[in-house]
């Protein structure tokens, strides 16, 4: 096949790609650039293991061809935060006890990090996080711990009066 050019920034880090067309966003992610935090699971975006941001908004890079993301910013889990300077979504779901396997803990915290920034200094309800989150499947925690920490987190990012 024929191999395209693909400028992408990835967590702040410019990348040049060769890149089959048929190709997604979640291949080049992975395979390509080595972001494994990025998760590969249903590859129907039913899941949503695969979230990153595009642009600072949610999108499934599992149903999303690589080459419509020419010029644009993406931002995966290993891009908002390191281990001396932890987000505050990834403390509150430390603190709370929110995540088990881990599998799909950087998509839900991609997800509510998008739900947060769109809402800034938001204090959502239970079922305004719930509808936020619901397109990331939870097959260990039951959602009420990961709840929580979205709730802590927006608390405490509202406080700070800060987007993060």
């Known amino acids: 096949m024929n191999r395209t050019i693909l400028n992408i920034v990835v967590n702040g880090e410019s990348h040049q790609l060769l890149i089959e067309p048929h190709w997604t966003l979640l291949q080049v992610l992975r395979n390509e650039i080595g972001m494994m935090g990025t998760k590969e699971n249903c590859l129907e975006a039913e899941c949503g293991v695969c979230t990153v941001l595009l642009d600072g908004k949610a999108v499934n890079s599992c ?36 995540v088990q396997c881990g599998y799909c803990i950087p998509g839900m915290i991609l997800t509510a990090k998008s739900f947060l920034d769109e809402n800034p200094g938001c204090r959502p309800s239970r079922d305004e996080i719930r509808e936020a989150i619901a397109g990331t499947l939870c097959r260990c ?24």
Do not use: M, N, W
Request: glycine letters at 12%; charged letters at 20%.
């Open 63 to 98: 149903i999303l061809l690589a080459g419509q993301v020419e010029g644009r910013s993406i931002t995966t889990i290993e891009g908002i935060g390191d281990p001396e300077h932890l987000h505050p979504l990834q403390e509150a779901f430390i603190e709370c006890g929110a």
């Open 141 to 164: 925690t039951g959602y009420r711990k990961i709840i929580d920490a979205v709730a802590t987190a927006a608390d405490r990012i509202a406080l700070s009066g800060a987007k993060q």
